[in-house]
């Protein structure tokens, strides 16, 4: 157990809908990295908050966006779901103050389904 | 797009012996990290190799890294059905810990 949260577990969406995702950093992690895993392929690079702030962005239009709060919980929010976002969402704690931002602390996920 | 690429894509072995999987990339790397993922579950970080090092060692797990050749490789020795898991190489390029994936070697271990 990593000690990164994410809720929901599971979620079924309509094409067209909005969802947002939540996700509980590790205890002390600053820096919060959301990732979309496709089945059959590997996690691809959303976006990264550090310290309330956007810090990097992937691929992804701008439906795609997010928030950090003060105790460096984060949301994903998509709008205008699209069949293709069905996927495992990923988000991971990291912090810059124990060593670096390196290891990557990945919580459960949330499979999201768009029908 | 896919910075790594996994080799082989699936790997089938029976507990006991040595299961290998090469990792190649594009671009110049900082670091260069292994994850394990179970049945569509998070991912559990295994080891992280820098660009300044060649060799790894946790456990059972060994990791090379060839930065001329552009790839890495995990062994896994003495493996168990635990072990059956889709394992991913991600590079990091400045370590800020934006990962780039490869699409994963899926391995069964049978007892």
């Known amino acids: 157990e990593t000690g990164v949260t994410q809720s929901p577990t599971h979620l079924i969406k309509t094409r067209g809908q909005q969802v947002t995702l939540r996700c509980s950093s590790q205890?002390?992690?600053?820096?919060v990295s959301w990732y979309q895993q496709a089945l059959g392929q590997g996690p691809q690079f959303i976006f990264q908050?550090?310290?309330?702030?956007?810090?990097g962005r992937g691929n992804f239009p701008p439906r795609f966006s997010g928030l950090q709060f003060p105790n460096y919980s984060s949301e994903l929010n998509v709008n205008a779901l699209e069949l293709d976002d069905s996927a495992l969402y990923l988000c991971?704690?990291?912090?810059?103050?124990?060593?670096?931002?390196?290891?990557?602390?990945f919580g459960p996920g949330t499979r999201l389904t768009v029908l | 797009s896919q910075q790594g690429e996994e080799d082989p894509q699936a790997l089938s072995i029976q507990e006991g012996e040595n299961a290998t999987m090469n990792c190649s990339y594009k671009?110049?790397?900082?670091?260069l990290q292994w994850y394990r993922q179970n049945s569509g579950r998070g991912l559990v970080h295994l080891i992280l190799?820098?660009?300044?090092?060649r060799e790894k060692h946790s456990g059972r797990l060994r990791v090379t890294l060839d930065t001329s050749k552009k790839s890495s490789s995990l062994l896994i020795t003495a493996s168990r059905a635990a072990d059956t898991a889709s394992y991913f190489c991600?590079?990091?390029?400045?370590?800020?810990?934006?990962?780039?994936f490869g699409a994963g070697t899926q391995v069964v271990v049978t007892p």
């Open positions: 908050y550090y310290r309330e702030e956007e810090n």
């Open positions: 991600a590079t990091d390029a400045r370590s800020w810990g934006k990962l780039q």
């Open positions: 205890s002390g992690h600053n820096t």
């Open positions: 671009t110049s790397i900082n670091n």
């Open positions: 190799i820098r660009s300044n090092e």
């Open positions: 991971a704690s990291s912090s810059d103050l124990a060593g670096g931002r390196d290891t990557q602390y």
